[in-house]
């Protein structure tokens, strides 16, 4: 560890960081781990920021990670036990042994610096943030994209005038902003769902919940949405990331619900059914879908950093996020409704930020089993309801029968939307094969 060298400063691609602020936080929670780790809460809680980012160089973050699980875990930090637990979890060849360890403290003159190493390690982290967007905003710059859309992406002045605009403005304002969404070249999209879509109107850069009670086929709906907007949209990417299932699963829903053929009873399929699956598999494999498993690294940092991933490498057309229940909040303390609150407001933000819809499935309560759902049902947050910008509520017509039914008939509720109609949106639900679409209509 202490052998780690700083790019030299005349790298003009060195990402910004400090070596000697982050192992001063590791030496002050090895001199003081009580009254160090306290005031990094505080710290950022105040900021809002998870504290594992800060940290750029890998064998800094490997350590802290580390000692934010023992203090997860109760146990006692001092050098002896974090030694025996980089040993467990084979990160000697990494973070180094008790040599390096020692070092740290000798090199922290007081846990009481702690906050101003933080300080110094969030300038960092915020000046590689900025990098990123620049290198981000440079991008639309190459492709030309608007002026207002770099600004927004930057968050910067665009040195416009702040007076409040007169009426007339105002109305060639909302006439072109509604021009814009139905263009060839919008980033609004449809969602495939005709009946849906005539309520909706599109899907633009908003956070769009999708809840339902377990076994309602909230996961089937993601998928089916992701399937719709990928052929909608060929030019473009969706990404979808799983906490629930590895992409192979999806990707064999996705086979299932293109052919209307069932995994499930494949030693059942007549010879036309297997040309039909063949069929579907290429058609399937073709389809502009990324996939990430977030199964492991399942914190909310780790999901938006792998949204602006895609964003900036991408031309992405939506992203769907399978499930919010699964997301970890900023530690591994946080109770369930604290990791969702702060899962849905950062999804939120992300959104907005990043300019393209992200659907999140969600749960209902159980106790929205034999009555229509309403915003009140949703499990885990209240908050959810108002970070979300549109709040859609899956709900089977069969009362309480849907078990019998291959296909049965739904109502996916628009229950908020922010700044158009509210109503609901026949639908079946192909149980059998996973698909969601119309009733009189088929699919796209």
Same mark, same amino acid.
């Given at each position: 560890?202490s052998?780690i060298?700083q790019?030299a400063?005349?790298?003009?691609?060195?990402?910004?960081? !400090?070596?000697?602020?982050?192992q001063?936080?590791?030496?002050?929670?090895?001199?003081?781990?009580?009254?160090?780790?306290?005031r990094?809460?505080? $710290?950022?809680?105040?900021?809002?920021?998870?504290p594992?980012?800060l940290?750029f160089?890998l064998?800094?973050?490997?350590? $802290?990670?580390?000692?934010m699980?023992?203090?997860?875990?109760?146990?006692?930090?001092?050098?002896?036990?974090?030694?025996?637990?980089? +040993?467990?979890?084979g990160?000697?060849p !990494?973070?180094?042994?008790?040599?390096?360890?020692?070092?740290?403290?000798?090199?922290?003159?007081?846990?009481?610096?702690i906050?101003?190493y933080?300080?110094?390690v969030?300038? %960092?982290? #915020?000046?590689?943030?900025?990098?990123v967007?620049?290198?981000f905003?440079l991008? +639309?710059?190459?492709?030309?994209? #608007?002026?207002?859309?770099?600004?927004?992406?930057?968050?910067?002045?665009t040195?416009e +005038?702040q007076?409040?605009?007169?009426?007339?403005?105002?109305?060639?304002?909302?006439?072109?902003?509604?021009?814009?969404? $139905? !263009?060839p070249?919008t980033?609004?999209?449809?969602?495939?769902?005709?009946?849906?879509?005539?309520?909706?109107?599109?899907?633009?850069?908003?956070?769009?919940?999708?809840?339902?009670?377990?076994?309602?086929? %909230?996961?089937?709906?993601?998928?089916?949405?992701?399937y719709?907007?990928a052929?909608?949209?060929?030019?473009?990417?969706?990404?979808?990331?799983t906490?629930?299932?590895?992409?192979?699963?999806?990707?064999?829903?996705?086979?299932?619900?293109?052919?209307?053929?069932?995994?499930?009873?494949y030693?059942?399929f007549?010879?036309?059914d297997h040309k039909?699956?063949?069929?579907?598999?290429?058609?399937?494999?073709?389809?502009?879908?990324?996939?990430?498993?977030?199964?492991?690294k399942? #914190?909310?940092?780790?999901?938006?950093?792998?949204? +602006?991933?895609?964003?900036?490498?991408?031309?992405?057309?939506?992203?769907?996020?399978d499930?919010?229940g699964?997301?970890?909040?900023?530690?591994?303390?946080?109770?369930?409704?604290t !990791?969702?609150?702060?899962?849905s407001?950062?999804?939120?933000?992300?959104?907005?930020?990043?300019?393209?819809?992200?659907?999140?499935?969600g749960q209902?309560?159980?106790d929205?089993?034999?009555?229509?759902? #309403?915003?009140?049902?949703?499990?885990?947050?209240?908050?959810?309801e108002?970070?979300?910008? %549109?709040?859609?509520?899956?709900?089977?017509?069969?009362?309480? %029968?849907?078990?019998?039914f291959?296909?049965?008939?739904?109502?996916?509720i628009?229950?908020?939307n922010?700044?158009?109609?509210?109503g609901?949106?026949s639908?079946?639900?192909?149980?059998?094969?996973?698909?969601?679409d119309?009733p009189?209509?088929?699919?796209?």
């Open positions: 560890m052998t060298q790019p400063a005349s790298d003009p691609y060195a990402m910004p960081h !400090s070596v000697e602020s982050e001063g936080i590791l030496g002050c929670i090895l001199l003081d781990p009580a009254e160090s780790l306290r990094l809460d505080e $710290f950022c809680a105040e900021r809002n920021v998870h594992g980012p940290f160089v064998p800094n973050r490997q350590l $802290f990670e580390l000692l699980q023992m203090h997860a875990s109760g146990l006692v930090i001092d050098m002896i036990t974090v030694w025996d637990a980089i +040993k467990v979890q990160l000697e !990494s973070i180094g042994g008790l040599q390096q360890l020692a070092a740290l403290q000798d090199a922290t003159p007081s846990a009481a610096h906050t101003h933080l300080q110094l969030l300038e %960092k982290y #915020s000046l590689r943030e900025a990098q967007a620049l290198e905003a991008g +639309k710059v190459i492709r030309q994209e #608007s002026v207002h859309d770099i600004a927004q992406t930057l968050h910067i002045r040195f +005038k007076d409040d605009p007169p009426m007339n403005e105002l109305a060639r304002r909302a006439a072109d902003a509604i021009e814009e969404r $139905f !263009s070249n980033k609004y999209i449809q969602t495939g769902i005709r009946s849906l879509d005539r309520i909706l109107g599109g899907v633009g850069p908003e956070y769009i919940l999708i809840a339902a009670r377990p076994s309602m086929g %909230k996961s089937s709906f993601g998928i089916t949405l992701a719709n907007v052929l909608r949209y060929p030019t473009r990417k969706v990404g979808f990331i906490l629930e299932m590895i992409p192979e699963e999806i990707v064999t829903r996705l086979i299932d619900l293109d052919s209307r053929l069932a995994t499930n009873r030693p059942e007549t010879e036309d039909e699956r063949a069929r579907s598999i290429a058609k399937v494999g073709k389809l502009p879908i990324l996939f990430h498993s977030a199964m492991e399942n #914190s909310i940092m780790a999901v938006c950093a792998k949204m +602006k991933q895609w964003v900036r490498e991408n031309d992405m057309a939506a992203i769907v996020v499930y919010l699964r997301i970890g909040g900023r530690t591994e303390r946080d109770d369930e409704y !990791s969702i609150s702060y899962a407001k950062m999804l939120s933000i992300a959104a907005v930020k990043l300019g393209l819809p992200v659907f999140v499935c209902l309560n159980r929205a089993e034999d009555e229509k759902p #309403s915003m009140q049902h949703l499990r885990g947050s209240g908050t959810i108002n970070d979300a910008h %549109k709040v859609l509520l899956l709900h089977s017509n069969q009362n309480g %029968k849907r078990q019998h291959d296909t049965i008939e739904a109502t996916v628009v229950a908020k922010r700044g158009g109609a509210t609901e949106a639908a079946l639900f192909h149980r059998y094969c996973g698909l969601w119309d009189l209509l088929p699919p796209i």
